[in-house]
């Protein structure tokens, strides 16, 4: 079982940054890959950025070059030049996959709003 907690989240103007952090608990949850997630009411919740064990990271092109995601015993995700369209609930995610058994798991989310 992993148990996942964030913070973080707020109101910031667009140009802007903010730091969420993913407080990770359980078993093993260093062998996890870890992500950012987001969503907004009406649409799918959407991958924003991922790190695996190993430190291997993807981006969602919109936040390319503008969010940076990191892990030590924890996640974070540096978030820079925040645009409107950023404005979202960003949820944790720890996933691992194992020849019989899939484990995924999911925090509460914490809001992030980007505006004037």
């Known amino acids: 079982q992993v148990q996942l907690v964030e913070s973080g989240g707020g109101l910031v103007q667009p140009g802007g940054s903010l730091r969420l952090s993913c407080a990770a608990s359980?078993?093993?949850?260093?062998?996890?890959?870890m992500g950012w997630y987001r969503q907004v009411p009406g649409k799918e919740r959407e991958l924003v950025a991922a790190?695996?064990?190993?430190g291997s990271t993807n981006y969602a092109d919109s936040v390319k070059d503008r969010f940076t995601i990191s892990r030590d015993n924890a996640m974070y995700l540096q978030m820079n030049s925040l645009k409107p369209e950023d404005t979202a609930v960003y949820y944790c995610n720890a996933r691992r996959r194992l020849p019989t058994r899939q484990f995924n798991y999911w925090g509460q989310g914490t809001q992030v709003t980007v505006s004037t």
């Open positions: 790190i695996t064990s190993g």
């Open positions: 359980g078993s093993n949850v260093g062998l996890y890959t």
